[in-house]
C-alpha cells in the first residue's frame, strides 16, 4: 500500500531503497527478511518491530523519531543550520512525538490518505533536475 502512495519515481526509489538498506541489516543480525518481494522502508521497519515483539506505539514513536531525524539531519547538510540548533529542533519536536502517535493510532485504516499534490509536483520537478544534493 505505501509503495502505491509513492506518485514519482524518486519518492519510490527513496523507500525501495531505505527497505533494502534495513532489510539487509535485519538478514545480517539473523533476524530474517520482510517477506515481500519489494520491501519499503515502512515494510522493513514494522518487520523488525513485529520479530522484536515492540508494542505499536513505541514501534510507532520510533519510526515518527526516524523520520524526524532524518529531515533534521539533512537540513543540517543543506541549510546554514548548524549542529546546536538541529539538536534543539530535535529536542522541541521530539517532545511532540508521543502525543502525535496517540492521535495517528486513532485513525481508522479506511481514513488513511495520501494526499499531498504540491509534494508530487516538486518531486517530479525534483526527480529531472540537472544536479541535486540528495536522491529524496
Given at each position: 500500500?505505501?509503495?502505491?502512495?509513492r506518485?514519482?519515481?524518486?519518492?519510490?526509489?527513496?523507500?525501495?531503497?531505505?527497505?533494502y538498506?534495513?532489510?539487509r541489516?535485519?538478514?545480517?543480525?539473523?533476524?530474517?527478511?520482510?517477506?515481500?518481494?519489494?520491501?519499503?522502508?515502512p515494510?522493513?521497519?514494522?518487520?523488525?518491530?513485529?520479530?522484536?515483539?515492540?508494542?505499536?506505539?513505541a514501534?510507532?514513536?520510533?519510526?515518527?523519531?526516524?523520520w524526524?531525524?532524518?529531515?533534521?539531519m539533512?537540513?543540517?547538510?543543506?541549510?546554514p543550520?548548524?549542529?546546536?540548533?538541529?539538536?534543539?529542533i530535535?529536542?522541541?519536536?521530539?517532545?511532540l512525538?508521543?502525543?502525535?502517535?496517540?492521535?495517528?493510532?486513532?485513525?481508522?485504516?479506511?481514513?488513511?490518505?495520501?494526499?499531498?499534490?504540491?509534494?508530487?509536483?516538486?518531486?517530479?520537478?525534483?526527480e529531472?533536475q540537472y544536479?541535486?544534493?540528495?536522491?529524496?
Amino acid at each position: 500500500m505505501f509503495l502505491a502512495s509513492r506518485e514519482t519515481a524518486e519518492l519510490r526509489a527513496e523507500t525501495v531503497q531505505m527497505g533494502y538498506s534495513l532489510n539487509r541489516l535485519l538478514k545480517d543480525l539473523g533476524v530474517g527478511e520482510a517477506p515481500v518481494e519489494e520491501p519499503s522502508f515502512p515494510a522493513a521497519f514494522a518487520f523488525a518491530a513485529a520479530h522484536w515483539k515492540i508494542e505499536p506505539e513505541a514501534a510507532l514513536q520510533a519510526y515518527l523519531w526516524a523520520w524526524l531525524e532524518n529531515q533534521v539531519m539533512a537540513a543540517v547538510k543543506a541549510v546554514p543550520l548548524g549542529q546546536t540548533d538541529g539538536q534543539r529542533i530535535l529536542l522541541n519536536l521530539g517532545g511532540l512525538i508521543q502525543e502525535l502517535s496517540k492521535k495517528i493510532l486513532s485513525v481508522k485504516d479506511d481514513d488513511l490518505g495520501n494526499f499531498a499534490p504540491g509534494l508530487a509536483m516538486l518531486s517530479a520537478q525534483h526527480e529531472t533536475q540537472y544536479s541535486r544534493l540528495f536522491r529524496s
